[in-house]
């Protein structure tokens, strides 16, 4: 009894560095700042999704500064705010792939800090998944019979996250020439 004692006294000490309060204040900001850069569209899907000013700049940056356990964090915690103030609602599981596990994906960008543009590339890939599943299972119904499920799919989600891809990386490209990244604390 002991031992688990300890064992869970050193995995909580160990949280608590990695979530402290500087660490959190940076992703509650961050999360803020994707939510009122997500606010500046530059174009509306009809069904949802739409082209932004970079919205999942601030939450890659976190991936990429603290990591994938930060940024898979800030990602879900990102998820739940879109979800919350102005998600589209069906199902459950779709509302789940949609927005924590989709927006979760974004903190995959931590897993290559040291190549943040193929970090950019696999996070806004793994949010491509998400909706791209979510897309075929729960909404293939409204797929033209010419097209079929799975490249409605993947059409609908590529057509804005493609741009948001170039968007985002060019914004991250741009913040690491100014060398936001170097002073990581």
């Not at 995995?11 to 700042?33: H, N, Q, W, Y």
């Not at 060019?170 to 002073?183: C, D, K, S, V």
Request: hydrophobic share 55%; with cysteine.
């Amino acid at each position: 009894m002991n031992l688990i004692q300890i064992i869970l006294a050193e995995e909580k000490k160990r949280m608590s560095k990695d979530f402290d309060t500087r660490v959190l204040a940076e992703v509650a900001i961050s999360v803020a700042l994707a939510y009122v850069l997500n606010l500046i569209i530059i174009f509306n899907m009809p069904q949802g999704g739409s082209i932004t000013l970079g919205s999942m700049v601030p939450i890659l940056l976190v991936a990429l500064r603290r990591g994938p356990k930060i940024g898979i964090f800030a990602g879900t915690v990102f998820g739940f705010v879109q979800m919350f103030l102005g998600g589209y609602w069906f199902t459950l599981a779709q509302v789940i792939l949609d927005y924590p596990v989709a927006f979760a994906c974004l903190g995959l960008a931590g897993i290559f800090r040291d190549k943040p543009m193929l970090g950019v590339t696999v996070a806004l890939l793994g949010r491509f998944i998400a909706h791209f599943v979510s897309g075929v299972v729960f909404f293939g119904q409204w797929a033209p019979p010419e097209l079929g499920p799975y490249l409605y799919s993947a059409i609908y989600n590529g057509s804005y996250l493609v741009p948001e891809l170039v968007i985002s990386a060019a914004l991250i490209y741009m913040l690491i020439q100014r060398g936001i990244l170097e002073y990581s604390v």
